[in-house]
């Protein structure tokens, strides 16, 4: 017979056995369910880079500002992308989700062009192109009826050997037409200050929150920031930047922008009146400076200084004839834009071109004198471009060209 006790230890035995038990039920669930969430995570992960490559290689399917959804194998897993414009690019916002999962991914898109660029296209006003120094130019160019000449510029004829490779067709009085470069605003905005984000930094906005605007007071300047994403800063006075601050991805809207010496940064311009660009900067890819065609009667310039490097491409339009001999674009010695310059203006080029110039008119100011449609010591190669290069969509999306992730923007 046994006793009240042995009894009670056997209770106790049965009781730590069930709880072990349990417990080693528990844990098996838990991680069974950790082990299925993870696998659907990584479906969601491949799936929605499938998405990705399925829309870019489907490109008609989204028009200017589109959403769409997708189940590309019917298993539930669902793909909804977004297009919008972002400055000069597009971004494309994708998302892949199955029940309360979800996976972002969002990229700054462009068109490839495939075919041979056009190194330089120069309106023709009755004179030839007039070549001289070290300049260069290799790739097909659109120069006027009388084409163009070498020229001596500075009298040293042991350093006068420029070079144009590449087949020649004739221009026109007129540049080819683009489309609007200008700024067009999120639907999805919120206000935030200035002082806000200098008190929180580092600062990252993601795109896919509400595009933060932020407005500059008069005298405000953009200076120990470190700030990424989502953001588009607005004045309207002069917006100052200095090397103190890490501008990334964001766009920048005043009537004059000052890039100070020394500033490197991912960032979109987009100016009334001018942009100077001090020396030392650098503009990693996509950036890109803009001024757009206006009625008003006032001189705008761009002027790049030396050792400059702008990842991207540089844009200043005009309608009249008038506002097009006031558009002025100066890039200096040992400067480098890779990417398409669109001056529907006045260009003066000193410096390197790894792209396209489409320009009204050149010139070349020395200390003693001013000339007329000439290039000295300046280079122009569309030939050089990278691999998978997305220029500026100055001629808008012709669908005959495929779209291509340029940046990854979470």
Request: proline fraction near 3%; hydrophobic fraction near 35%.
């Amino acid at each position: 017979m046994l006793k009240a006790g042995s009894l009670l230890y056997a209770i106790y035995v049965c009781l730590i056995i069930a709880i072990l038990s349990g417990g080693l039920m528990y844990v098996f669930t838990i991680n069974k369910t950790l082990a299925t969430r993870q696998s659907v995570k990584e479906q969601l992960i491949d799936r929605c880079s499938s998405c990705f490559d399925y829309f870019l290689s489907n490109s008609t399917s989204l028009g200017k500002t589109n959403t769409e959804q997708v189940d590309l194998f019917n298993d539930g897993l669902i793909c909804e992308f977004t297009k919008e414009r972002w400055g000069m690019f597009s971004k494309l916002l994708g998302k892949t989700f199955f029940k309360k999962d979800t996976i972002y991914k969002n990229y700054i898109i462009g068109e490839v062009i495939d075919r041979d660029p056009i190194a330089l296209y120069l309106c023709d006003f009755g004179e030839e192109l007039k070549i001289s120094g070290t300049t260069k130019i290799v790739g097909n160019v659109k120069l006027p009826k009388k084409r163009y000449k070498t020229v001596n510029i500075l009298g040293n004829q042991h350093a006068n050997n420029p070079k144009l490779e590449g087949s020649i067709s004739i221009s026109s009085q007129n540049l080819p037409k683009i489309i609007s470069p200008k700024l067009e605003y999120p639907k999805n905005t919120v206000q935030i200050t200035l002082a806000k984000l200098k008190e929180n930094q580092p600062i990252h906005r993601g795109f896919d929150q509400p595009t933060g605007i932020v407005y500059l007071e008069k005298g405000e300047t953009l200076d120990r920031l470190n700030i990424k994403g989502n953001f588009i800063f607005k004045s309207r006075d002069t917006i100052r930047v200095d090397n103190t601050s890490t501008i990334e991805d964001v766009i920048i809207q005043a009537p004059k922008i000052v890039l100070e010496e020394g500033f490197e940064g991912s960032l979109q311009i987009y100016a009334d009146k001018g942009v100077d660009i001090e020396s030392d900067v650098k503009l990693r890819y996509p950036s890109c400076i803009v001024i757009e065609a206006s009625t008003r009667d006032y001189k705008k310039k761009i002027n790049i200084a030396e050792d400059v490097k702008i990842y991207g491409g540089i844009v200043i339009n005009g309608s009249s004839f008038r506002e097009k001999q006031n558009n002025f674009v100066s890039i200096d010695e040992n400067s480098l834009v890779v990417g398409d310059v669109y001056c529907n203006g006045i260009m003066e080029l000193k410096g390197s071109i790894i792209g396209s110039l489409y320009t009204h008119k050149l010139q070349l100011e020395t200390r003693s004198s001013k000339y007329a449609d000439v290039i000295l010591n300046g280079v122009i190669d569309a030939t050089e471009l990278p691999n998978n290069f997305v220029r500026l969509p100055l001629f808008g999306n012709t669908g005959e060209n495929r779209l291509e992730r340029i940046k990854n923007i979470q």
